[in-house]
């Protein structure tokens, strides 16, 4: 299947995406200390490549990856190369990002993260993304449709039509790149066995396991333990959620 990139369309392949609701897929990432072992991109790439693969198999339109965000200085401090952007800077940002993908006629988009999403919790740069989409959407409706929108009898189907493609709080959604049962299922930590493993077997050039001895991090002993093989099965799970997840 060819793979189609935003960033490398033309108008004709933007009409075909959005005529047929293609599916559009940002990853969402950070540049964050990863212990001296794993590369700063590391929720970047897993997110992407994990995509990469998807669209061998699924139709798909890879648009631009966010790579600064709200990363935080929770596992490292300013010094250590963690790029960190406030949420409201960065929520700012996104809100114009998704305005205009929705300007343009987008009405499938995905963001996929792999970064403090344990559990499938809700964290800053999660709720960040999640805000701006829901903000984009209204204001978005309200400057198409006009104040009071919801309560015209256009909308009188609305609860029918809640999470699927007619319901307008459904066009941009924020997913991990692991669900909770496929976490649970593989196992998931930060630059750790688990996240180590995910992230040797989509691009082992950005592991370098003899490099665990130059500092010492409670979260980083266990990935003495990560193997491709276990790596290839997190991929396998993660693979079979997100096709089952992105319609």
Request: net charge negative; aromatic share 12%; proline share 4%.
């Amino acid at each position: 299947m060819k793979k189609m990139y935003l960033t490398k369309s033309f108008p004709r392949e933007i009409a075909y995406v959005k005529e047929n609701r293609i599916p559009v897929i940002i990853c969402g990432g950070t540049v964050e200390y990863h212990g001296p072992h794993c590369a700063y991109g590391c929720d970047t790439l897993v997110a992407e490549g994990l995509i990469e693969k998807l669209a061998e198999e699924k139709e798909l339109m890879i648009a631009p990856s966010i790579h600064y965000s709200p990363s935080s200085y929770a596992v490292a401090d300013e010094t250590s190369g963690t790029v960190h952007i406030e949420e409201d800077v960065f929520e700012a940002y996104l809100f114009q990002v998704f305005t205009n993908l929705l300007n343009a006629g987008f009405r499938n988009i995905y963001v996929v993260i792999h970064h403090q999403f344990e559990q499938e919790n809700l964290m800053p740069m999660t709720l960040s993304y999640m805000k701006a989409a829901k903000r984009a959407t209204m204001r978005y409706l309200e400057k198409t449709q006009g104040q009071g929108w919801w309560g015209s009898e256009s909308y009188k189907s609305y609860y029918e039509n809640l999470g699927g493609g007619d319901d307008p709080f459904s066009w941009i959604q924020v997913i991990p790149t692991m669900s909770t049962e496929v976490q649970n299922a593989t196992g998931y930590d930060h630059a750790g066995k688990y996240e180590c493993s995910i992230l040797m077997s989509l691009y082992p050039e950005a592991v370098d396991l003899p490099r665990l001895g130059d500092i010492d991090h409670w979260f980083t002993k266990s990935a003495a333990e990560a193997s491709t093989e276990i790596g290839d099965e997190m991929v396998k799970q993660s693979l079979a959620y997100l096709k089952e997840r992105i319609k």
